[in-house]
């Protein structure tokens, strides 16, 4: 009979080769969405990004939001307004700012492409209880975080790990 130990050992191994597999095919999934909408996987992802903010924002804001430079963001902005997905507006509180703000129409459509796909994925939790849902969103919300942590290190260039520092 195995120990805990070897069990939880067992379960990590398990968990890191079904993790590699998930985020592969989400990224799959984000390059088929990108390919089937004319846009760059990250573009898409800045569409679902903005499309969850308050209002229209800078161009600073999204270069945060996606991890870009600002002048990344710049480009992505371009290519999102040529598209169709947003476009660029003067703040009315300082002129000298230029926000990004989306395109209602586009996004609806998007949501709607997204609403005929969604289905299929809202039916993966109808087995799951209200804990077992909330537990899933704790770890959506932990990944987050640590993802955004993990790609400020990945830019700094900071790959160390936490027993070189030690050494």
Known sequence: ??????????????????????M???????QALA????????????????????GPVTTGRIAEMTGLTTG?????????????????ERDVVDRRRVLVATVPEKIAEFGRMWDRLGAGWYGLFDGLDDDEVALIIGHMRRTVALSAEQVARLRSGDLQDASDEAS
């Not at 592969?24 to 984000?30: G, K």
């Not at 004319?38 to 800045?46: A, F, I, S, Y």
């Not at 480009?75 to 476009?87: F, I, Q």
């Open 35 to 54: 390919d089937h909408v004319g846009l760059h996987p990250t573009d898409v992802q800045c569409v679902n990004l903005l499309s969850l903010e308050d």
């Open 72 to 88: 990344s963001a710049t480009r992505l902005v371009d290519r999102l307004e040529k598209a169709g997905y947003v476009v660029r």
């Open 24 to 30: 592969a095919s989400y990224a799959l999934f984000n």
């Open 1 to 22: 009979m195995a120990t805990a130990g070897e069990r939880r050992g067992r379960l990590l191994g398990e968990l890191a080769v079904v993790s590699r597999r998930y």
